[in-house]
Structures are given as structure tokens and as C-alpha cells.
């Protein structure tokens, strides 16, 4: 066992692909794997500013209605029928926003940032409301089609939720490679440098704002694919997407999951999707029991799921949770 | 073209005073909490809702506004005295991030536990019988609750200045404010102090709730909707500068009032440009000392 749990923690990126890749046979319906996989990159991409860089974000939705927009209204109004071409615009808009709300949240540090990532994304949020010939407004952007992948002379449908699963899965596996890369560079060790002293790294020559706005555009642009993907597996793009509670969903995963870990995210959004699945089974306000749950962990667990078992597993090493 | 009669544009700025002093309240009681605590109350919002909810509860036990005007507040600040004690204080020390995010879960509770007892759908909270028409003030009629919101947002501010001037607990809660420890060092009792001003907080946030009531309606997530209103305001004004809260308060609720009056649909828009123009110009807000709250 203790060979096992050291293979994981020394592959996380292997593991997290091979995990999502069984995933769907292992859970009550498929759906729920996707969504998962979808919302923990969501995490993925807060978890880097929160966790690992120590900027809480309240206004991720910006990013993830980003991606999402970007990608829809390629295909839906522009009538480009390429998901390729489509991603990328919905990438390339959340990282433009990304370091436009950047420059400016960042002029301010500290607790100011949370509230001026959230004035900017609820900004967004309006103007989307108000743009409904573009966007949709109120009923949100429809008529996104479901297209067929033409790779290597394979058709793969992306109407099959199953070969929808491993197409964003392809994704998800660049993306946490790509993290996974960011983190062991020095400029992952430059990050970590400022969450836990922004002062002493700036003492020693590093350009902190500069390196902030950078994994600002990083954190943005893994949130942006997330909300692309969103948007290309449910065909539609609910003005919610922007609106301050979707923010608040990639807060709360991150933190039941463990800000700053590398799994936290993954956890967080499945312990998130599954709790609602089930307790809205049972009652109307499953809302006000994750409340509670969120704030029970910020009082008793501030370290999350993963950030409190990761060091009680033997042969998982601590690399991961610092 | 809009009706650009000197009475139209009066009652537009009057209605602008009326918003704002709601703001004020909200965001003097936050920067209040924040300067003393260090905590940004995230659930200020859904305080303020829970305001207007008790009002709405205690009209219909007591049949008199004015009797929910009072006791609806006190009942609000007596929840956040049971927060702070229950909750916030044991995060003291561990950095502003976690009042943050716990006040935060507490709001998205509250939202729901509100939705659970009082329904989903929005309630109407009607002004006093006697204050239900309008006032003639000779260059213009205005509503009368609205004169009357304006009159005790003024006496509101007075009265805090007064306390926060004038008084000896007013004295400490300046010093506590600037260096804590040498007023602990005094053998003053810090955490009555902070309880004390933490509920009064709360409290103005209970009362600009049950004043926003009828004129903007009971509904749920009517206190989110504004805290993102006082986060501007707070920023543009100066996080901790209390002159700054009103001042950007009063500057916020005229132009949203003006802007609804020429374009509504920019109304919810530019109050954010104001933000990003301040930011440009004075990132630490009109009247914030820079490296405050950093």
C-alpha cells in the first residue's frame, strides 16, 4: 500500500489523468464524472492564485463566463464550426480579462484584492446581462452544437458523454501537466515565495507585482479552458455563469478540498458535486448545508480534506501539501 | 429626452440621498468593524437583509413600523454580538482571509435560512400609514418616508460622531483602533470594547435593512445584491477612513440615482467605472492612508 501511495504522490499529474479516466465507470451516471473533472479544473485554476500565490479571488466567475462566452459565441453566433478554434477564443478572452482585472486589483494588495476580483467580475456580469444580443442576457447564450471531432481520421462524437469525458479530459491532462510544470520551475518557487512573505521576495529583487499579474493571467486562463468546456458539455451558457456564486463555488471547492495542494481542488469539487447531488434528493435548501459545512471547515478544517489526510497517508510526501 | 424640469432633477438627487444614506450606513458600519477588527464582515449584506426580514416579522407581530424600526436592529445587532463570540473571535491571528471566507459561508447560510422560514418568493414591507404620501417642500413634492430615511441617516452619523468624540469609550475604541496592545497595556478590556462596537455595526446595518425595505423591497439575496454596492463604496472612499464611507456613499447612491435617470441600464455599470477611475487615479481611495488594510 505504502508503495502505491508513494507512486501517487510522486506522479500526481498521472494520477489525477488515470483516476478521471476510470472515473466514469465507477460513479452512479457519467455525467457526474465530467462535471467533476470540469469544476475541479475550475478549482485548479483559483487554487493557483489562492493557494499556491496567496491571492484570495472572489471574482473567478469573470474567467469562467469568459471561457465559457468566448467558446459559445464562436459557435453559436459566428457560426465557426470549430471546437479547436472555439476553445482557444474562450481561452485567449479569460486570459485578456485576466490581466486587465489584474492590473487593476493589483494596484491594491491585501484584503482589497477580494473585493475589487469581485466588483469586476459582478461589472462583467451586468454588462453580459445587458449585451443580449450577443450573449443571450437573461436566457442565457443557446444553440451551441455538439460537433464531431475529425483526429487522425477517427470521428468522434462529442454528443456521446463518454467520448465527451476523454476529449476534456485531454484537456484537463495539459492543463495539470502544465501546472505541475509551473510549480516545480522557479517561478513556482518564486510564488510560494510571496504567499508566505510578499516583502522578504521583493527584498530580494523579485518583481512581485509583476510575478502576480503573471500568475494572475496563469490562473485566469486553466479557469477559462474550465468554463470553455462547461460550456461546450452543457450547449449552453446561463448568464450565472458570471454572476458572484459561481465565484463562490470555486472558493468553497478549493477550501473543502485544501488550498494549496495539488489534489485539493479534484477533492473539493467532487465532495462539492456529490453533496448536491445527493442532499437535493433530499431537501430544497442543500445550499445552507454546504453553508455550514464551508464555514465549519474555515473554523475547524482550514487545511481541507486533502491538506488534513495527505500527511497522515504513509509514503505521501509533504511536497505536495506545502 | 428625459424630463429635465429643475423639479425632476431635484427629486433624481434627493432619490440619490436616499440610496446613499443607506449606503453610508452600511459601509460606515463596515469600514467601522474592519478598522477596529481587521475582519471585512462579508455577510454585512445579508445582515441587512435579515433587517428588513425582522421588520417585516415584527410589523406584522406589533402592527406599528416604528416599534420593528427599533426593536428590528437591536435584534440583528444581538446576532452579530453572537457571531463574533461564537465564531469570528476564534480567528483572530490567523490573517484577514479567514473572517473573510467564514463571513462569506455565513452570508450564502443566511440567504437560505431566510428562504427556508420565509419563503422564496420576495415579501413588501409598507412605510407608516402617516409617512405614506408625499411633502410638499415648495420646489418639489417628495415621498415622506424618504425625507424620513435621509433625516435618520443624518442623526445616525451624528450621534456616531458624537459617540466616537465625545465620550470616554468612544476615546478608546479611537486608541484601540491605532495601537491595541497599549491600550491593553493600559489595563482597558479590549474584547467588551470591540463586542460593543462589532454589534453596533451590525446593528446600523440591521437598521439601513428595515429602511431599505419599502422602498426597494424584501427578498433574499437583497443583501448580497448591496455588498458588492458597499465594497466599491468602501474601496473608493478608503478602507478604515469613516468620512471616506460617507462621502463615497453619498458620491455612489447620486450617481447611480443620475445615471438611472439619463441611462438605466448603465445605472449598475457605472458605479463600477467610478471604482476603476479612483483606482487609477488614487489607488488608496479618497480619503485612505496608503499601506492601510495591505
Known amino acids: 500500500m505504502r508503495a502505491v501511495f508513494r507512486w501517487i504522490s510522486e506522479h500526481p499529474s498521472v494520477s489525477i489523468v488515470a483516476f478521471f479516466a ?24 483559483f487554487n493557483l492564485l489562492y493557494g499556491y500565490t496567496g491571492l484570495l479571488s472572489f471574482g473567478h466567475a469573470a474567467y469562467f463566463g469568459l471561457g465559457a462566452y468566448g467558446t ?12 479547436w478554434l472555439a476553445l482557444a477564443v474562450g481561452i485567449a478572452a479569460a486570459g485578456a480579462g485576466g490581466a486587465i482585472v489584474g492590473f487593476f486589483a493589483l494596484r491594491r494588495r491585501g484584503i482589497y484584492f477580494a473585493m475589487l476580483t469581485l466588483a469586476f467580475a459582478q461589472l462583467l456580469y451586468f454588462i453580459a446581462f445587458h449585451l443580449s444580443d450577443l ?16 483526429l487522425f481520421g477517427w470521428q468522434i462524437s462529442l454528443d456521446n458523454p463518454v467520448s465527451f469525458h476523454y476529449f476534456a479530459l485531454f484537456w484537463v491532462a495539459l492543463a495539470v501537466f502544465g501546472l505541475r510544470r509551473i ?3 522557479p517561478f513556482g518557487t518564486v510564488l510560494a515565495a510571496i504567499r508566505e512573505n510578499g516583502d522578504r521576495a521583493q527584498a530580494c529583487g523579485y518583481d512581485v507585482t509583476r510575478i502576480k499579474q503573471l ?4 490562473s485566469a486562463i486553466f479557469t477559462g479552458l474550465a468554463g470553455a468546456l462547461d460550456a461546450l458539455r452543457i ?5 450565472e455563469a458570471l454572476y458572484w456564486t459561481t465565484s463562490g463555488q470555486a472558493v468553497i471547492m478549493t477550501l473543502l478540498g485544501g488550498a494549496g495542494t495539488f489534489f485539493g481542488p479534484f477533492v473539493g469539487a467532487g465532495t462539492y458535486l456529490v453533496l448536491q ?4 434528493l433530499i431537501i430544497e435548501s442543500w445550499p445552507l448545508v454546504i453553508g455550514v459545512l464551508f464555514m465549519s471547515f474555515v473554523l475547524f478544517l482550514p487545511k481541507g480534506i486533502w491538506g488534513t489526510l495527505s500527511p497522515k497517508i504513509p509514503g505521501v510526501s509533504t511536497r505536495d501539501s506545502s | 429626452m428625459p424630463d429635465l424640469s429643475l423639479s425632476a432633477i431635484a427629486a433624481q438627487l434627493f432619490t440619490g440621498l436616499v440610496l446613499g444614506g443607506i449606503l453610508v450606513l452600511l459601509a460606515i458600519g463596515l469600514s467601522l468593524i474592519f478598522g477596529l477588527m481587521g475582519v471585512v464582515n462579508f455577510a454585512h449584506g445579508s445582515l441587512y437583509m435579515l433587517g428588513a426580514y425582522f421588520g417585516f416579522f415584527l410589523w406584522g407581530l406589533t402592527r ?18 453572537i457571531v463574533e463570540r461564537s465564531m469570528i473571535q476564534r480567528l483572530y491571528g490567523r490573517g484577514p482571509d479567514d473572517p473573510l471566507l467564514l463571513t462569506f459561508g455565513l452570508s450564502l447560510a443566511l440567504v437560505e435560512a431566510v428562504k427556508l422560514v420565509w419563503g422564496k418568493i420576495g415579501l413588501t414591507l409598507d412605510p407608516p400609514a402617516q409617512l405614506a404620501g408625499a411633502i410638499d417642500l415648495g420646489f418639489m413634492k417628495f415621498p415622506a418616508f424618504r425625507l424620513l430615511v435621509i433625516a435618520i441617516t443624518a442623526l445616525v452619523l451624528i450621534g456616531l460622531w458624537l459617540f466616537l468624540e465625545k465620550t470616554n469609550i468612544g476615546l478608546i475604541v479611537r486608541a484601540g483602533a491605532r495601537d491595541p496592545l497599549m491600550v491593553r497595556a493600559l489595563g482597558i478590556n479590549l474584547d467588551r470594547v470591540w463586542l460593543l462596537v462589532f454589534g453596533l455595526g451590525i446593528a446600523m446595518a440591521g437598521l439601513a435593512g428595515i429602511l431599505a425595505g419599502p422602498l426597494r423591497g424584501v427578498y433574499a439575496e437583497m443583501g448580497v445584491e448591496i455588498i458588492i454596492e458597499c465594497f466599491v463604496v468602501v474601496v473608493v472612499g478608503g478602507m478604515g477612513s469613516l468620512l471616506g464611507a460617507v462621502v463615497a456613499g453619498l458620491l455612489i447612491g447620486e450617481v447611480v440615482s443620475v445615471t438611472s435617470f439619463f441611462a438605466p441600464k448603465m445605472a449598475e455599470i457605472v458605479v463600477f467605472l467610478v471604482m476603476a477611475v479612483v483606482l487609477l487615479v488614487r489607488p488608496s481611495g479618497l480619503f485612505g492612508e496608503p499601506g492601510l488594510a495591505e
Open chain 1, 22 to 45: 476510470i472515473l466514469p465507470f465507477i460513479v452512479p451516471y457519467k455525467a457526474l464524472a465530467t462535471q467533476v473533472l470540469v469544476y475541479g479544473l475550475f478549482a485548479v485554476g
Open chain 1, 72 to 83: 459559445g459565441i464562436t459557435l453559436a453566433k459566428l457560426g465557426w464550426p470549430s471546437v
Open chain 1, 135 to 150: 450573449t443571450g442576457g437573461d436566457d442565457g447564450l443557446r444553440g451551441i452544437p455538439k460537433l464531431t471531432l475529425g
Open chain 1, 183 to 185: 510549480l516545480d520551475s
Open chain 1, 215 to 218: 500568475s494572475f493571467v496563469f
Open chain 1, 235 to 239: 450547449t449552453v451558457v446561463p448568464v
Open chain 1, 277 to 280: 447531488d445527493r442532499l437535493s
Open chain 2, 64 to 81: 406599528s413600523y416604528w416599534a420593528a424600526l427599533i426593536i428590528a436592529p437591536l435584534m440583528v445587532g444581538l446576532v452579530g454580538v
